[in-house]
């Protein structure tokens, strides 16, 4: 969930790794810091609570060169640094990464959580070590430290200690026995080294969470495995398991271009990226939608995959989506969708519930785990739990370098772009898209509904990105509303069938951005508890789209406006006129039909809560507490 950076070259590596690191901000944090070995060798750590600013206030005027570092004198350099997200301990100075030995020779940045720290604390206290923090991650730095004692090796001594962790972890470690070193490890958290030069020709090497914050210095990686250790050194990288074989590296060559981080002007990453969701769904369509008379190419990458793909289809008797947050929520959109046009049962599982019981999984199953990241812990659990029971599973994912990727039988990039804001908008409309193709692919090759339907939601379809459009174009009435609901404590959202989820990522991403109690229900569940709460002080906010339950939808509205609650509506079709005084605002979107309307009912409920988060003074891109890449439990 926070983000690590390794870097040994002859730059100056106290302002590259802070450069870097601001590039991985987006995952969310709440302190930072970095360690680097001087001219001296001697260990230096700087670190601070708040923001990498804060940071960057203590540093040493000779270390506070922004950008990439400087070329040096032909000297080699080592540091690391660390974005934390607490977790053990608060989010303090004391807790901040990195940590050290007892003896200062050792430090250590962890993204991750080691779940036997207790034991490991209390072992290592009896045997005269000092413990400063709170955090599980000392324990790991005052065993390596403990065990270095004794063993010249610091690769057996690596081996050694992580023989000992339970848990999860991605590790840099550096030593100031060892200054010409850097050492990396990875168990069941994301972890990726870059290979590169300098502009005099040394080689230099960044060890990163992320490849964003690698990508503006090299674009030639190597991705990291579970339970593989790196020694790197300017002679390069040597990699080896847990038991202390060698494994041959393999470096990757990536595009950088989808990695690209700029606001292009917006005031804020969520802001921009709500505008982009109309190019979000044409790229998503692009190549795999053509027209509405030719079948749709799902996996976009070669006709064999395709095939294999296509074969598999044919013989599923059931789907099992699996996400955590707004993959949820975008997964229950799909199952509405899937469902009625393909006539095949869908289930849908929050991630960290499926890992931990026994789920009915089998060889006739396509497990679908949805994840922006592709690094979300629980649904990785998940996927490598669906397959050891059989299933075949289709990951949608926004990076295709992700460890879900690499691990899931098939891959459906959602082709989103980097998104930075924490809280997600345009990956739960690609997302949503995605699994629109799936079903309609589904129902073609099942023959499952009839071609002119499917034609009529393949035109729809690629309607939808110009309906957006116009969504965008209109965005005054809800920052009105931003300023007339914003300082409400409690907001329900509630809508019937396909919208139903819809409810519940807006009320996700005004709790998420806001800070504002919000839930999403279905309006037929709101006599059956939440009535109970409406006042005048709570707006209920409805999604009414034409369809079966408009009717229904306006009932329910009524009986919120009966005790008072002040109403909005969200709608694509006209509210006649006899019943638009149970609103006190209604704000009218394009139509389209029916099954298609999440990708254009979420956006006003998006801008709506980023409206309302901007009114209120909040930290819009990252939100206290979140993160955005979950990598631990």
């Given at each position: 969930?926070c983000?690590?950076?390794?870097?040994?070259?002859h730059?100056s590596?106290v302002?590259?790794?802070?450069?870097?690191?601001?590039?991985?901000?987006?995952?969310?944090?709440?302190?930072?810091?970095?360690?680097?070995?001087?001219?001296?060798n001697l260990?230096?750590?700087?670190?601070?609570s708040g923001?990498?600013?804060?940071?960057?206030?203590?540093?040493?005027?000779?270390?506070?060169?922004?950008?990439?570092?400087?070329?040096?004198?032909?000297?080699?350099?080592?540091?690391?640094g660390?974005?934390?997200?607490?977790?053990?301990?608060?989010?303090?100075?004391?807790?901040a990464?990195?940590?050290t030995g007892?003896r200062?020779?050792?430090?250590?940045v962890?993204?991750?959580?080691?779940?036997?720290?207790?034991?490991?604390?209390?072992?290592?206290?009896?045997?005269?070590h000092?413990f400063?923090?709170?955090?599980?991650?000392?324990?790991?730095?005052?065993?390596?430290?403990?065990l270095?004692?004794?063993?010249?090796?610091?690769?057996?001594?690596?081996?050694?200690?992580?023989?000992?962790?339970q848990?999860a972890?991605?590790?840099?470690v550096?030593?100031?026995?060892?200054?010409?070193?850097?050492y990396?490890?990875?168990?069941?958290?994301p972890?990726?080294?870059g290979?590169?030069q300098?502009?005099?020709?040394?080689?230099?090497?960044?060890?990163?969470?992320?490849?964003?914050?690698i990508?503006?210095?090299?674009n030639r990686?190597?991705?990291?495995k579970?339970g593989?250790?790196?020694?790197?050194?300017?002679?390069?990288?040597?990699?080896?398991?847990?038991k202390?074989?060698l494994?041959?590296?393999?470096?990757?060559?990536?595009?950088?271009?989808?990695?690209?981080?700029?606001?292009?002007?917006?005031?804020?990453?969520?802001?921009?990226?709500i505008?982009e969701?109309?190019?979000?769904?044409?790229?998503?369509?692009?190549?795999?939608?053509?027209?509405?008379?030719?079948?749709?190419?799902?996996?976009?990458?070669?006709?064999?995959?395709?095939?294999?793909?296509?074969?598999?289809?044919?013989d599923?008797?059931?789907?099992?989506?699996?996400?955590?947050?707004?993959?949820?929520?975008?997964g229950?959109?799909?199952?509405?969708?899937?469902?009625?046009?393909?006539?095949?049962?869908?289930?849908?599982?929050?991630?960290?519930?499926?890992?931990?019981r026994?789920?009915?999984?089998?060889?006739?199953?396509?497990?679908?785990?949805?994840?922006?990241?592709?690094?979300?812990?629980?649904?990785?659990?998940?996927?490598?739990?669906?397959r050891?029971?059989?299933?075949?599973?289709?990951?949608?994912?926004?990076?295709?370098?992700?460890?879900?990727?690499r691990?899931?039988?098939?891959?459906?990039?959602?082709?989103a772009?980097?998104?930075?804001s924490v809280?997600?908008?345009?990956?739960?409309?690609?997302?949503?898209?995605?699994l629109?193709?799936?079903?309609?692919?589904?129902?073609?090759?099942?023959?499952?509904?009839?071609?002119?339907?499917?034609?009529a939601?393949k035109?729809?379809?690629?309607?939808?990105?110009?309906?957006?459009?116009?969504?965008l174009?209109?965005?005054?009435?809800?920052?009105?509303?931003?300023r007339?609901?914003?300082?409400?404590?409690?907001?329900?959202?509630?809508?019937?069938g396909v919208?139903?989820?819809?409810?519940?990522?807006?009320?996700?991403?005004?709790?998420?951005?806001s800070?504002i109690?919000?839930?999403?229900?279905?309006g037929?569940?709101l006599?059956?508890?939440?009535?109970?709460?409406?006042?005048?002080?709570?707006?209920v906010?409805?999604?009414?789209?034409?369809?079966?339950?408009?009717?229904?939808?306006i009932s329910n509205?009524?009986?919120?406006?009966?005790?008072?609650?002040?109403?909005?509506?969200?709608?694509?079709?006209?509210?006649p006129?006899?019943?638009q005084?149970?609103?006190?605002?209604?704000?009218?979107?394009?139509?389209?039909?029916?099954?298609?309307s999440?990708?254009?009912?979420?956006?006003?409920?998006?801008?709506?809560?980023?409206?309302m988060?901007?009114?209120?003074?909040?930290?819009?891109?990252?939100p206290?507490?979140?993160?955005k890449?979950?990598?631990?439990?």
């Amino acid at each position: 969930m926070c983000g690590i950076v390794g870097y040994l070259g002859h730059k100056s590596p106290v302002p590259l790794i802070v450069d870097s690191l601001r590039h991985l901000e987006y995952r969310g944090y709440d302190s930072a810091g970095v360690a680097y070995l001087d001219n001296e060798n001697l260990l230096q750590v700087y670190k601070a609570s708040g923001k990498l600013m804060n940071l960057e206030n203590i540093l040493p005027a000779s270390l506070q060169i922004r950008g990439n570092g400087n070329v040096s004198n032909g000297a080699q350099h080592i540091g690391i640094g660390h974005i934390r997200w607490a977790t053990h301990g608060a989010a303090n100075d004391v807790n901040a990464h990195p940590h050290t030995g007892s003896r200062n020779e050792i430090a250590l940045v962890h993204n991750g959580i080691i779940e036997n720290f207790y034991e490991l604390r209390q072992e290592l206290q009896c045997k005269g070590h000092t413990f400063l923090s709170e955090t599980d991650t000392e324990s790991v730095v005052q065993l390596l430290e403990h065990l270095s004692q004794d063993e010249p090796d610091f690769c057996k001594v690596v081996l050694k200690a992580l023989d000992k962790l339970q848990g999860a972890y991605a590790l840099n470690v550096i030593s100031k026995k060892h200054p010409n070193k850097l050492y990396a490890a990875r168990n069941q958290a994301p972890l990726v080294i870059g290979v590169g030069q300098d502009a005099n020709g040394h080689p230099e090497y960044i060890v990163a969470s992320d490849a964003v914050a690698i990508v503006q210095h090299t674009n030639r990686l190597i991705y990291l495995k579970d339970g593989e250790i790196a020694e790197i050194s300017e002679q390069g990288v040597r990699i080896m398991n847990l038991k202390g074989d060698l494994v041959e590296p393999v470096i990757e060559t990536i595009s950088t271009d989808p990695l690209t981080i700029d606001k292009k002007g917006y005031k804020h990453f969520m802001l921009k990226e709500i505008y982009e969701q109309p190019d979000v769904v044409r790229n998503s369509l692009s190549g795999r939608l053509q027209s509405v008379h030719q079948p749709i190419w799902l996996l976009g990458n070669t006709p064999q995959a395709e095939e294999t793909f296509n074969r598999e289809l044919q013989d599923i008797g059931r789907i099992v989506i699996i996400g955590c947050g707004t993959s949820y929520n975008a997964g229950m959109v799909g199952k509405y969708f899937i469902e009625e046009l393909v006539q095949i049962p869908v289930e849908v599982e929050a991630a960290g519930e499926f890992r931990y019981r026994n789920p009915f999984i089998n060889n006739k199953d396509l497990v679908i785990t949805m994840s922006q990241s592709g690094e979300t812990a629980d649904t990785l659990a998940a996927l490598r739990l669906s397959r050891q029971k059989g299933a075949k599973v289709l990951t949608l994912t926004n990076r295709e370098d992700s460890t879900m990727a690499r691990e899931a039988d098939f891959v459906m990039p959602v082709r989103a772009g980097v998104e930075v804001s924490v809280a997600a908008t345009k990956s739960f409309t690609a997302q949503v898209t995605a699994l629109y193709l799936l079903g309609l692919a589904l129902a073609e090759k099942r023959k499952a509904s009839h071609p002119e339907q499917l034609e009529a939601l393949k035109s729809d379809l690629l309607k939808i990105p110009a309906r957006i459009e116009t969504v965008l174009h209109n965005t005054e009435p809800l920052q009105a509303m931003a300023r007339k609901y914003g300082h409400a404590r409690d907001v329900l959202f509630i809508a019937r069938g396909v919208n139903f989820p819809v409810a519940m990522e807006g009320a996700l991403k005004l709790k998420e951005i806001s800070y504002i109690h919000a839930e999403g229900y279905s309006g037929s569940e709101l006599k059956h508890g939440p009535i109970a709460m409406l006042d005048s002080n709570i707006p209920v906010i409805s999604v009414l789209t034409k369809g079966p339950v408009f009717e229904k939808m306006i009932s329910n509205c009524q009986e919120a406006k009966a005790r008072e609650a002040r109403c909005i509506a969200i709608s694509n079709t006209p509210i006649p006129k006899e019943l638009q005084t149970t609103f006190e605002d209604i704000l009218e979107i394009p139509e389209c039909m029916e099954p298609l309307s999440p990708l254009l009912t979420t956006i006003p409920l998006q801008l709506l809560a980023y409206y309302m988060a901007e009114f209120l003074g909040k930290d819009v891109d990252q939100p206290r507490n979140l993160a955005k890449s979950v990598t631990v439990e």
